[in-house]
């Protein structure tokens, strides 16, 4: 542990609208990947954190699932928990846009933002799709008005672009404190979490627009054997119907999926992983409570 005196620690929380980009944003600041990433909406399903720490800070990130309207079932509302909890809980937060949009989602997270005893930051993410460069100055300018922010700071997350200045930014306003973490960890994620994360990320980036909603991934067996991790998952839908989009034209879509989890796993575990998936259905998941709690989907 740190003999810095003046050593800053916090909790510090990536809010927005869905699909903003606040995982591939958080991966980033660490330099490893914590949070599973893709191009469709509600891709963060639980709060997760991801530790920075150097020989003067500790960075607490807490990523969230997205912020939306319309919650329609029981999942979408544990998200919105989730996300919204976290206000009470963190010591800065770091709000979340996108350069080109801002819609009534955004909007929504503003007000609840109002309501924050913290500073926030604005973080204006995917610069790099504004082409004319002229209209981001009067855009800035906009955006910065709609709340005494504690900072402003343009970035592109994917490219990487302005990352330091935003880390000076949040560790600014960060608090004295000792760590609160170990310096060689990195979440408080379990492996079993990362393992379902990792696999339920695969079936996102390769089924694209056929994916199912109402999926999600349970592991059953998580064991260590002669250096051999044997991992099995379980990845629950909640119709028949649905079982053949996620196999594939003989069991092409699964091979591709297990393939694909399974070299990350390896990278993230740093070893050989023997992976096992099957596909199965519990009807209504995503809108029974009693249901998502047996499936992880808990406050904790």
């Not at 914590?34 to 807490?62: A, C, E, M, N, W």
């Not at 909007?107 to 005893?117: M, N, S, T, W």
């Amino acid at each position: 542990m740190t003999d810095n005196i003046n050593f800053r620690c916090g909790y510090v929380a990536l809010l927005g609208r869905p699909n903003v980009g606040k995982s591939t944003l958080m991966n980033h600041l660490i330099g490893q990947k914590i949070s599973i990433t893709s191009s469709k909406p509600q891709t963060t399903r639980h709060r997760i954190l991801g530790i920075k720490t150097t020989q003067d800070y500790q960075i607490v990130f807490v990523d969230t699932p997205g912020m939306h309207l319309r919650a329609k079932k029981a999942v979408n509302r544990y998200m919105n928990r989730a996300a919204k909890n976290v206000l009470a809980e963190v010591d800065l937060i770091v709000f979340v846009v996108e350069a080109s949009r801002w819609g009534e989602e955004d909007e929504f997270v503003l007000q609840q933002l109002r309501q924050a005893k913290v500073p926030v930051i604005l973080a204006v993410n995917k610069i790099d799709h504004i082409k004319d460069k002229t209209e981001l100055l009067p855009l800035l300018a906009k955006l910065s008005g709609k709340m005494d922010f504690a900072a402003l700071v343009p970035l592109s997350a994917l490219r990487r672009n302005n990352l330091i200045e935003l880390e000076k930014a949040i560790v600014q306003q960060l608090p004295e404190n000792p760590p609160f973490y170990a310096e060689d960890q990195i979440t408080d994620r379990s492996s079993r979490f990362i393992a379902a994360e990792i696999v339920r990320e695969k079936l996102m980036r390769t089924l694209g627009q056929e994916l199912p909603y109402e999926l999600t991934v349970q592991i059953e067996q998580y064991k260590e054997e002669d250096g051999l991790l044997n991992i099995a998952a379980v990845i629950w839908l909640e119709r028949d119907s649905q079982k053949s989009i996620v196999i594939g034209k003989g069991g092409d879509v699964l091979k591709k999926v297990g393939q694909a989890a399974r070299l990350d796993m390896e990278r993230f575990f740093a070893s050989k992983v023997y992976l096992q998936l099957w596909v199965k259905i519990k009807g209504g998941w995503s809108d029974d409570e009693r249901a998502l709690s047996s499936l992880g989907y808990t406050e904790e």
